[in-house]
């Protein structure tokens, strides 16, 4: 297709595809030729604890509260899961056997939170924004517009926003503080973290800085992370990178045949093995082995076969553990090979006492150590770390 086909056929690119396609060219291929409007069983119960949660949103702000009785919330959800005023194309079915986890989650999430309901901006809004790139081929700049729709949106004073996004799941990412460089987010909260950024200051100029709230409702825990307007140009260049990359891949063309060396020559469509692999509309057409597929477990079976081999590996650890740590208290760490440096296993000193483990220990005779260490040097980036967010809340 020429680019003009191209912005035709897709004027507003959604995050769910941009998404996609930055996780694998070829499983966003399998969607744009295969595409079906199925769900999954805990896609379609994701789908209806989200739609439940934000009918609760309304109703906390229409009666200016920010809490909501559990059987109120319950009575929303039972009105939910009749999908009366949901488009026929937009109906999910959920098999009986979903709704105790689905009720779970509706009952913690009203009788655990509380919202600060008159700063919320909006619940379900789909925001719009611009984003270009430079045509390699005619130099004509290129303007395309990419969307999202946000769970809610809430103001926080005195000028930033907090997007929330309910997550379902059971899992937990690990915890950082919304500032860090490397967020706990999920597998596609990068994605989506960067991409919000972008929707919500473009929308909303005098927001500077947006955080994105993943919040478990299971589990009533959250993962935020934060990007200011001062990160905006960077972010808007990289989501406009994955736009041209889209672009580029749509102009040529479907792919030949669907195997290895043929995917390499056409240049676009290459596949990426990861989590969405689970997801993927046609992933026996993959020509990636299935091993290499997230791990290569696709079925109960084979998850509960490598959950045994696990815990026997666990025992092995254990006992060979009691053998070595006599061993490493008598003649001290023990040299292992390791092709980025050289590490040790031994007793690690940490805060309040030690641990047995694999390390780097600080004095490694790599080339350069000696000079390059500082001893204090942890405790000095910390200090200049704890100073910039001082003078960043003065």
Known sequence: MSLDEVRERWPTLRQSNLSLFDDCELASYFGI???????????????????????????MQSNDSETIPVSVALAILEETLRQRDVAPEDRVRVPRRELPNIELAVRKFAKDNEFSIRNLIDVERRLDATVSYRDSETGELVERVVSGQLDALIARPPDEAVVLDWKAT???????DEDDEKPGLSYHGFFQQR???????????AVNAVVLREFYVRRT??????????????????????????????RSGPPPRLRTEDLERHGYWKPSPGKHCFNCHKAHLCPIDDDYKDGGIRTPERAQAAAGARQKARAIIKRLDEWLKPWAELHGPIPLRDSKGRRVLGHRKIKGGQRFEEYTPETADRPGDQEAYAPNLVDAMKESVDQARRERAV
């Not at 059971?170 to 950082?176: I, R």
């Not at 959250?222 to 041209?244: C, G, M, S, Y």
Request: proline fraction near 8%.
């Open 221 to 250: 825990k959250a993962r935020p992370a934060r990007i200011t307007r001062q990160d905006l140009p960077k972010t808007e260049r990289w989501l406009a990178e994955v736009v041209e990359d889209f672009d580029s891949a749509m």
């Open 170 to 176: 059971w899992a937990l990412p690990p915890e950082h």
């Open 195 to 205: 991409l919000y950024a972008v929707l919500v200051m473009q929308n909303f100029p």
């Open 33 to 59: 030729k295969f595409e079906n409007g199925w769900s999954t069983h805990p896609q379609a119960a994701g789908t209806i604890v989200h739609r439940a949660i934000a009918e609760c949103l309304r109703e």
